[in-house]
């Protein structure tokens, strides 16, 4: 198991930049897959980005593609959601989540550990 803890979230004007922080806790976090998912008010938890345990694979949600770029820092246990070109619809509370295993995952249900949140507001 792994403590996960988000940061970086705030408020952006339309096609601002926001970099988001995963920090995650054991020695063993640099072995787990990675995911960013987002819940925007009165909808479903989303999938946004997912990252392998080595970063070498990674996968997007098509409303994020060549906006948001994920990647990990294994030796300081931290994941990264550098979001760009951000729009109206990106508001929402993110959530980093992480999964024991190899491979990469992109549903919710297949993820073990989860952060509390960070909330992204982007105001026209």
């Known amino acids: 198991q792994v403590h996960l803890v988000e940061s970086g979230g705030g408020l952006v004007q339309v096609g601002g930049s926001l970099r988001l922080s995963c920090a995650g806790s054991g020695r063993t976090f640099g072995t787990y897959a990675m995911g960013w998912f987002r819940q925007a008010p009165g909808k479903e938890r989303e999938f946004v980005a997912a990252i392998s345990w080595n970063g070498g694979t990674t996968a997007y949600a098509d409303s994020v593609k060549g906006r948001f770029t994920i990647s990990r820092d294994s030796a300081k246990n931290t994941v990264f959601l550098q979001m760009n070109n951000l729009k109206p619809e990106d508001t929402a509370v993110y959530y980093c989540?992480?999964?024991?295993?190899?491979?990469?995952?992109?549903?919710?249900?297949?993820?073990?550990?989860w952060g509390q949140g960070t909330q992204v507001t982007v105001s026209s």
């Open positions: 989540a992480a999964r024991a295993y190899s491979g990469i995952y992109t549903k919710e249900e297949l993820y073990y550990d």
